[in-house]
């Protein structure tokens, strides 16, 4: 019964590249490197999505967390992972993160009209609902994924395996 788009847009579907086929055929070299005038590497990329998504799931589950004071805080400190294991494990949570949003995203109205509580004072004000937490939760992907994509044109590293749009 839930919402097949939100669904769609979370996977990767119509107008979106699959989140996990960016990621998973990189190794953690290329993961790991920076490209002049860009601060981010496409590791801090997939970290800042999962430290989000990971967030957003816990709030949703009615935990109290307490909101980064600084954006920087929801960025990996490192370049890159210190290994391949470290790397892999990274896509293997994003992996994860991802089919625990697209569950919720399949509930009912019971759930997905759920009040969820806001961490900061912006969102104290106005109540957000599962719903309105994962729409979020897919466009803020969607925007890094865009930079994932971007970043492997430059270093020659596009299509992924799996396949995409090239033009």
Known sequence: MGNRTLRELLYGERAHDD???CLEDLPASLASRKV???????????GHM???MAYELKRIAGERLL?????????????GPA?????????AEFQTLLERLAVLSDSGPD?????????HALQ????STVETVLWQTA?????????????????????????????
């Open 19 to 21: 989140p996990v086929a």
């Open 36 to 46: 002049d005038g860009y601060p981010h590497s496409i590791w801090q990329i997939a």
């Open 50 to 52: 999962n430290y989000w």
């Open 67 to 79: 909101y980064p004071e600084h954006a920087i805080e929801s960025w990996p400190a490192t370049d």
């Open 83 to 91: 290994n391949e294991k470290e790397w892999q494990d990274a896509m």
């Open 111 to 119: 759930v997905l009209q759920r009040n969820v509580a806001g961490t």
């Open 124 to 127: 104290e004000s106005a109540s």
């Open 139 to 167: 466009v803020h992907n969607s925007y890094h994924l865009g930079q994932i994509a971007l970043l492997r044109r430059v270093f020659g590293a596009w299509p992924p395996r799996r396949g995409s749009d090239t033009w």
